[in-house]
């Protein structure tokens, strides 16, 4: 099972390739800005917690809980970040799409939009799940706005869900989609 989830998705906008400990020093340019974890559950621009985070990402790739994959943009052949789909139940038929972070160069410039659509697509039509979910911070509008964009259902919130890295007890917001929305939503990805 790890073998499917050790895979690279590639689109004409962005390549998402296996994680890897190679990646850690182009990664870390891009997590020192603290302005990228103010909703963080870790805050990756302390020394020593971008490489916890890639260790914890591999291992739970290994036990097939997760895939993990640093984003290329691929129009300025650059890494832009690292994102997830994690949380994986294969009995329940569903995972979870997060911990994804970009570059503010890379924020708004629709390569977000491109690497959601590749995990949708990958998560229903090659892992075969019934339901993928997404979650932010209910402070986080810009999140919030964006899993709306692409057509994610606003479920509900969970309230003081989750300490993040300073200790702040978070109201949880969770997105989701259904596989068999998926026809639908796909069809209008980018309109």
């Given at each position: 099972m790890t073998e499917i989830l050790n895979c690279t998705l590639e689109n004409i906008r962005v390549l998402l390739r296996p994680l890897a400990f190679t990646d850690e020093a182009e990664l870390q340019i891009i997590a020192n800005d603290p302005a990228l974890w103010i909703y963080g559950l870790s805050d990756l621009s302390h020394p020593?917690?971008?490489?916890?985070?890639?260790?914890?990402?591999?291992?739970?790739?290994?036990?097939?809980?997760?895939?993990?994959?640093?984003?290329?943009?691929?129009?300025?052949?650059?890494?832009?970040?690292?994102?997830?789909?994690?949380?994986?139940?294969?009995?329940?038929?569903?995972?979870?799409?997060?911990?994804?972070?970009?570059?503010?160069?890379?924020?708004?410039?629709?390569?977000?939009?491109?690497?959601?659509?590749?995990?949708?697509?990958?998560?229903?039509?090659?892992?075969?799940?019934?339901?993928?979910?997404?979650?932010a911070d209910e402070r986080n509008l810009q999140s919030r706005k964006a899993m709306k964009s692409i057509g994610a259902t606003e479920e509900g919130t969970l309230r003081q869900h989750m300490k993040i890295h300073d200790g702040y007890l978070r109201n949880t917001v969770f997105y989701s989609f259904l596989k068999s929305e998926w026809e639908e939503i796909k069809g209008r990805f980018f309109d």
């Amino acid at each position: 099972m790890t073998e499917i989830l050790n895979c690279t998705l590639e689109n004409i906008r962005v390549l998402l390739r296996p994680l890897a400990f190679t990646d850690e020093a182009e990664l870390q340019i891009i997590a020192n800005d603290p302005a990228l974890w103010i909703y963080g559950l870790s805050d990756l621009s302390h020394p020593g917690e971008l490489r916890k985070y890639i260790g914890k990402a591999l291992a739970d790739r290994e036990t097939a809980n997760c895939a993990v994959w640093t984003i290329i943009d691929k129009r300025t052949n650059k890494i832009a970040g690292c994102t997830r789909l994690a949380e994986i139940s294969w009995k329940d038929e569903r995972g979870q799409i997060g911990w994804t972070w970009l570059g503010k160069e890379f924020q708004g410039t629709g390569l977000n939009k491109a690497v959601k659509y590749l995990i949708l697509e990958y998560g229903f039509d090659k892992l075969d799940l019934n339901r993928i979910e997404l979650k932010a911070d209910e402070r986080n509008l810009q999140s919030r706005k964006a899993m709306k964009s692409i057509g994610a259902t606003e479920e509900g919130t969970l309230r003081q869900h989750m300490k993040i890295h300073d200790g702040y007890l978070r109201n949880t917001v969770f997105y989701s989609f259904l596989k068999s929305e998926w026809e639908e939503i796909k069809g209008r990805f980018f309109d």
